[in-house]
């Protein structure tokens, strides 16, 4: 171990492990954020979802973000019930957060130009276009 300034002895150890995937949605789909439409018509940066999960004395915790504008309930309950089963981890030990980017999808059905999916009148692209499940591997030991 390195040489450090700090008293590290009798300190709890941490594990962590990390992990990313591009979320960038095809172009064409409607951008978050704005009162008016905005079409994605290149990409300048691909959006991630992060994965952080630590663990410390056999308990663990996972943190995800997303380059989203927002989170929606719906996919958080949903990402929660796929971590439980792909790990074990319990949905009380997840944490699933956005960047509140203004440049990624729209995701909010009835704002940032996405339909109401229950108007009837065309199905949410967010939903459509973003991909879901995200395609993230979560790993207990070693990916």
Same mark, same amino acid.
Request: proline share 10%; aromatic share 4%.
């Given at each position: 171990?390195?040489?450090?300034?700090?008293?590290? !002895?009798?300190?709890? @150890? *941490? +594990?962590?492990?990390?992990? $990313?995937?591009?979320?960038?949605?095809?172009?064409?789909? %409607?951008? @978050?954020?704005?009162?008016?439409? +905005?079409?994605?018509?290149?990409?300048? =940066? =691909?959006?991630?979802?992060?994965? #952080?999960?630590?663990? %410390?004395?056999? !308990?663990?915790?996972?943190?995800?973000?997303? =380059?989203?504008? /927002?989170?929606?309930? !719906?996919?958080?309950?949903? @990402?929660?019930?796929?971590? $439980?089963?792909?790990?074990?981890?319990?949905?009380?030990?997840? #944490?699933?957060?956005?960047?509140?980017?203004?440049?990624?999808?729209?995701?909010?059905?009835?704002?940032? %130009?996405?339909?109401? !999916?229950?108007?009837?009148?065309?199905?949410?692209? @967010?939903?459509?276009?973003?991909?879901?499940?995200?395609?993230?591997? *979560?790993?207990?030991?070693? /990916?």
């Amino acid at each position: 171990m390195s040489e450090t300034p700090y008293d590290l !002895e009798g300190l709890p @150890a *941490i +594990r962590a492990g990390a992990a $990313q995937a591009v979320i960038t949605p095809p172009l064409g789909i %409607n951008m @978050a954020g704005y009162y008016h439409e +905005r079409i994605a018509e290149y990409v300048r =940066d =691909d959006l991630y979802c992060h994965a #952080l999960v630590l663990e %410390n004395d056999g !308990e663990r915790i996972a943190l995800v973000s997303l =380059d989203l504008v /927002c989170v929606v309930d !719906e996919w958080v309950r949903e @990402a929660k019930g796929l971590v $439980q089963s792909a790990t074990g981890l319990p949905p009380e030990r997840v #944490l699933v957060c956005a960047t509140h980017t203004h440049t990624g999808p729209g995701v909010r059905p009835g704002r940032d %130009n996405v339909p109401d !999916e229950t108007s009837g009148s065309r199905p949410c692209p @967010a939903r459509s276009q973003t991909p879901w499940p995200l395609p993230v591997r *979560i790993c207990s030991t070693r /990916c």
